[in-house]
């Protein structure tokens, strides 16, 4: 017998992956819009120097302008349809520095056609390629972000060759000798055939680190994102899980605020219930009867205690044990306490069954025990035992419902008063209540 190996999880099943791509749509979206108000800049910046100026601009610009504006807009258009393609961002980041390094190697500078095209690289820049880069960087995609800055060093480097090889002279910076003065410097510097291989290492080296952090930054921001959307995932499941014991606001509050499951002592009151004559009632019937009838009947006493605050702390087979006041805070635990045991009284003769109930207020130990694999929530301490021997009393003096002095002085009226009552395991008798 052969087993297989677990599937390899996909890109699609990571968690949020799917909002991922949505913000990598959206990100491409919002840099078309940038991209467009960039090229109306352009626009406006050749159209302006043309009308104040007099400079009349190579009315190829505008062509230009005019098709990239018209490109972008298209790619827009098709991002999220079922005609994009993952190659497009690609091609039209690889246009767009193209389009603007070979504006350098072929736009003449001059009308006159008198101006050496290298002057291009001196007056204007590299700066004009960063916002590709920057714009790159909404995508949220590091490979969208490193393809654009290798796309644009590799169009500056080309357009700059190009240029370079129609000139008859060149000069650089290692046609200075050691120790040349000012004169050398500016005649070398100056000249129309200084080429600065120099510069244009220092321009692409700078370029390329501000790309590589680009992509880390975005590479980072992926993953936090990815954290944000796990670590919610996690928190709706516990709290759905908890929500079968406690309200979703109640099972919120415990994940918002990790440190009520820390053992600590609070102040809390206790409620233990036992089904009287259980064993009884099970006798004759069959086991599967008896289940379901069991479990609907908690169900509904968990459902009230919810309704006061309470946790179910754990089911005891045809009982259970519930505290007010850990790990949820509460005012006044005693009155829920109070409050849930009328209801539990109320379910009880709906579903045609006796209960009993112990009620005790004090300090309790809380917290989550277990191992680093499984861990419970529990309350212990010499309140969490009175509850439970009330509830065992309350069979001997026929009570429905007994609670200490504790519990009994936020009670109200009508409270009937066993003295010097006998509690196993309890040292000194005491006086317990009961309602009338």
Same mark, same amino acid.
């Given at each position: ?61 505008? $062509?230009?302008?005019?098709? *990239?504006?018209? %490109?972008?807009? @298209?790619?827009?258009? +098709?991002?999220?349809? =079922?005609?994009? #393609? ?114 244009? $290492?220092?321009?692409?080296? *700078?370029?390329? %680190?501000?790309? @590589?952090?680009?992509? +880390?930054?975005?590479? =980072?921001?992926? #993953? ?213």
């Amino acid at each position: 017998m052969t087993t297989s190996a677990p599937a390899k999880p996909t890109k699609a099943s990571l968690p949020g992956e799917d909002r991922l791509e949505q913000a990598e749509r959206r990100g491409l979206r919002l840099a078309i819009i940038c991209r467009t108000i960039a090229v109306g800049a352009a626009f406006l910046w050749v159209g302006g120097t043309w009308a104040f100026t007099g400079f009349y601009p190579n009315p190829w610009i505008f $062509v230009g302008l005019g098709a *990239f504006t018209a %490109i972008g807009i @298209g790619h827009a258009s +098709l991002i999220g349809t =079922r005609f994009d #393609r993952w190659w497009m961002k690609y091609a039209i980041y690889l246009l767009d520095a193209i389009g603007i390094c070979m504006t350098f190697a072929f736009f003449p500078i001059s009308r006159s056609g008198d101006v050496p095209q290298i002057l291009a690289f001196r007056a204007y820049g590299i700066y004009y390629l960063f916002p590709l880069v920057a714009m790159a960087t909404l995508s949220l995609s590091p490979r969208l972000v490193l393809w654009t800055g290798a796309a644009v060093v590799a169009g500056w480097w080309t357009a700059f060759l190009i240029v370079v090889s129609g000139m008859e002279r060149t000069l650089s910076w290692g046609d200075l000798t050691p120790g040349a003065g000012y004169d050398a410097y500016v005649g070398v510097f100056l000249s129309p055939d200084f080429i600065g291989n120099g510069n244009r $290492v220092e321009e692409t080296g *700078f370029l390329f %680190i501000a790309t @590589g952090i680009l992509a +880390l930054a975005v590479v =980072r921001a992926r #993953r936090v994102f990815r954290a944000q959307v796990t670590a919610q995932a996690e928190r709706e499941q516990v709290a759905a899980t908890l929500g079968r014991y406690v309200p979703e606001a109640v099972a919120r509050r415990l994940i918002d605020d990790p440190a009520a499951l820390t053992p600590q002592e609070r102040h809390a009151a206790i409620l233990v219930m036992d089904i009287a004559g259980f064993t009884a009632y099970s006798a004759g019937r069959a086991p599967g009867e008896v289940i379901d009838r069991l479990n609907g009947f908690l169900a509904g006493c968990a459902e009230v205690i919810s309704r006061h605050d309470g946790v179910v702390i754990q089911f005891t087979g045809d009982g259970l044990m519930a505290s007010f006041g850990t790990p949820i805070d509460s005012d006044a635990p005693e009155r829920e306490a109070i409050a849930a045991s009328r209801g539990l009284l109320d379910e009880a003769e709906a579903a045609g069954f006796s209960i009993r109930i112990g009620l005790a207020a004090g300090t309790v130990a809380s917290g989550s025990i277990g191992s680093s694999n499984r861990q419970a929530f529990t309350v212990y301490g010499d309140t969490v035992n009175r509850a439970a021997r009330l509830e065992a009393r309350g069979k001997v003096l026929g009570k429905a419902m007994l609670m200490d002095a504790a519990v009994a002085g936020h009670a109200g009226e009508g409270l009937e008063r066993f003295e010097g009552q006998e509690l196993k395991g309890l040292a000194d008798r005491v006086d317990v209540f009961a309602l009338g």
